[in-house]
């Protein structure tokens, strides 16, 4: 909206039917002076594709491999950082990395790539397994089979988003919320777990 500066005389919002101009000289005269406007506008955002996170507009590229906002794959760049640099037994680095590739499938997301986030997920949430034997088995399933279902994405949102590990404090704060998060994102595909866990038992059994 335009508005003058304090002490100034407010004109019309421009309009078809009611030129702002027209005001904009009657001030002119009956001041002597052109008042100075002031534009003011919203703040721009951009929504991730994958996870619906809603953030400010940085015009960020995308990732070339997900189907995430420029925006969002910052913050899960700025997640890595603090997790890779743990260095912990757990290897929470992988839990996140799959929980990620879990949240933004669709678009780009390649097949394999939702495929082994969901299998880590319930590798680690039912099975138990360490981020360490999480990447072991991925490891070892892709030798295994190359071939992966394009699985859609939950038609909701998860709750969680990266931006809410982000917000917890480092330490063991940050890592319960990561396994909140990965919880919700499990969660939310309730739909694709049965078909996960036999596809995941199956290989297994065949030495995956």
């Known amino acids: 909206m335009l508005r003058p500066d304090a002490g100034e005389e407010r004109i019309r919002v421009l309009r078809p039917d009611a030129p702002a101009y027209f005001d904009l000289f009657t001030t002119f005269f009956r001041s002597g002076r052109v008042p100075v406007y002031t534009v003011h506008t919203e703040p721009k955002t951009t929504i991730c594709p994958g996870c619906g996170l809603e953030l400010p507009d940085r015009h960020l590229d995308p990732p070339d491999r997900f189907n995430a906002s420029g925006e969002c794959w910052q913050l899960f760049s700025d997640l890595s950082c ?3 640099s743990k260095r912990d037994a757990e290897f929470i680095h992988q839990y996140a990395v799959d929980t990620y590739e ?3 499938a669709g678009g780009k997301t390649r097949n394999i790539t939702v495929v082994f986030g969901l299998i880590g997920l319930y590798l680690a949430l039912e099975k138990g397994d360490t ?3 999480v990447q ?3 490891m070892r399933i892709a030798q295994v089979r190359k071939d992966w279902p394009r699985l ?3 038609a909701r949102p998860t709750s969680l988003t990266v931006m809410d590990v982000l917000k917890a ?3 063991p704060e940050k890592d319960a919320m990561i396994h909140r998060w990965m919880a919700a994102v499990w969660e939310n595909w309730a739909d694709r777990q049965v078909w996960v866990r036999e596809t995941t038992d199956a290989l297994r059994c065949r030495g995956a």
């Open 136 to 138: 072991l088995a991925h």
């Open 82 to 84: 603090y997790t890779v």
């Open 152 to 154: 859609e994405p939950p």
């Open 131 to 133: 981020g360490k034997q």
């Open 102 to 104: 879990a949240q933004h």
């Open 169 to 171: 404090p480092d330490g």
